[in-house]
């Protein structure tokens, strides 16, 4: 008899998840690049500059033993040309990101970097500004500590009590941290028209697996340093380029219901937006019915008649003062200021 209760109480509350479901729309909007571009779109992008590590900065090859009883000498993560490899990865990175962005005409490094003392050359060949980047600081820090753990052994006979056994277990213990800088320079002027830092942590644990080897290699941190440079690449774009974002945006609850309106939120879920938003506009003109106008300002917005949604809304809040109808306009207004300023950029 439980199991029965059980099995229907499930399936009450999977009925109501279903039915709960609030119904959506999707507007799209542009969000401006922090830096405008609008005047530089001929790009030269030259070589990420290679961190070079001071004699006493290079980090060791054997990682230090911080509980002094680790049976076993683990080797870095970290290799020789990792800092070169890693400048590299980020190069080919900002040129993926720039040339998917579509925004720019790209000089690659291949031929930027012959002309990188040479400006007046890159400006005879039409280009506008010029984007270098490098590395200001690698850290890496590596490190063995011991952690106790306990492991029940059961009895042998019946009745025995349990053994537990302490151990010391060894861990790896991998952090790395890296700076790097970028800016963009009118080639023209010299001009900085914009720069920016970037720094990043990124950190890992390895419990120390010994198989009766003296010898353990710690796992490779090129992987890490990569996915940080490769972080980096899209945080340089994602500031030069101006952007599309979407928000899914739910309708307005029925309420007060209106059996007239109902028909509507099934077109929506249907995708069709001009018959529900002809049900929903004419609700609200001829009755007043505030969910009828927020969702008609949605639907209008998701059609891209942002302007005409937001005229709906400034009347419709005038005329009863809800709360929600005021949060929606103020919304929708400050996607509209974006995307004029992101357009501005274009």
């Keep these: 008899m439980k199991k029965i209760n059980v099995s229907i109480l499930v399936l009450l509350i999977t009925?109501?998840?279903?039915?709960?479901?609030a119904t959506t729309v999707t507007t799209s909007y542009m969000v401006p690049a922090k830096y405008d571009m609008s005047n530089y779109r001929s790009l030269a992008i030259t070589s990420a500059g290679v961190y070079r590590f001071r004699a006493?900065?290079?980090?060791?090859?054997?990682?230090?033993?911080?509980?002094?009883?680790?049976?076993?000498?683990?080797?870095?993560?970290?290799?020789?040309?990792?800092?070169?490899?890693?400048s590299e990865y980020l190069t080919s990175g900002v040129v993926k990101e720039a040339n998917q962005s579509g925004y720019f005409t790209i000089l690659s490094p291949s031929?930027?970097?012959?002309?990188?003392n040479i400006p007046n050359a890159l400006v005879k060949q039409g280009y506008e500004a010029h984007l270098s980047m490098w590395t200001e600081d690698i850290g890496i820090d590596e490190f063995i500590f011991a952690k106790e753990e306990r492991r029940v052994i059961p009895p042998l006979n019946e009745g025995d009590p349990e053994v537990i056994v302490t151990t010391l277990a060894y861990y790896l213990e991998q952090n790395v941290t890296v700076q790097f800088g970028w800016e963009v320079k009118n080639l023209k002027t010299g001009a900085i028209i914009a720069s920016d830092s970037f720094r990043d942590t990124r950190s890992s644990t390895t419990k120390i697996t010994t198989d009766g080897n003296s010898v353990v290699y710690a796992p490779?941190?090129?992987?890490?340093?990569?996915?940080?440079?490769?972080?980096?690449?899209?945080?340089?774009?994602?500031?030069?380029?101006?952007?599309?974002?979407?928000r899914v945006i739910s309708l307005m609850k029925n309420d007060?219901?209106?059996?007239?309106?109902?028909i509507a939120y099934d077109l929506v879920k249907d995708g069709n937006?001009?018959?529900?938003?002809?049900?929903?506009?004419?609700?609200?003109?001829?009755?007043?019915?505030?969910?009828?106008?927020?969702?008609?300002?949605?639907?209008?917005?998701a059609l891209d008649q942002r302007d005409d949604a937001i005229k709906l809304l400034e009347k419709a809040y005038k005329n009863s003062g809800n709360q929600?109808?005021?949060n929606l306009l103020e919304a929708m207004n400050s996607r509209r200021d974006s995307t004029k300023q992101a357009e501005s950029q274009l």
Aim: hydrophobic share 40%; with cysteine; aromatic share 10%.
């Design 15 to 21: 009925i109501l998840f279903i039915t709960s479901c």
């Design 56 to 86: 006493f900065d290079l980090p060791s090859s054997i990682v230090r033993d911080m509980s002094g009883t680790c049976p076993v000498r683990v080797y870095s993560g970290f290799s020789v040309n990792s800092e070169r490899k890693m």
């Design 111 to 116: 031929s930027a970097d012959n002309f990188i």
């Design 220 to 246: 490779r941190l090129q992987t890490t340093l990569n996915a940080i440079a490769s972080s980096f690449a899209t945080t340089i774009i994602e500031q030069l380029v101006p952007t599309t974002k979407t």
């Design 256 to 262: 007060p219901k209106s059996k007239r309106v109902e």
């Design 273 to 301: 937006f001009f018959d529900a938003l002809d049900i929903f506009e004419n609700e609200w003109k001829k009755r007043d019915h505030i969910p009828s106008a927020y969702n008609a300002a949605l639907l209008l917005e």
């Design 324 to 326: 929600k109808i005021r």
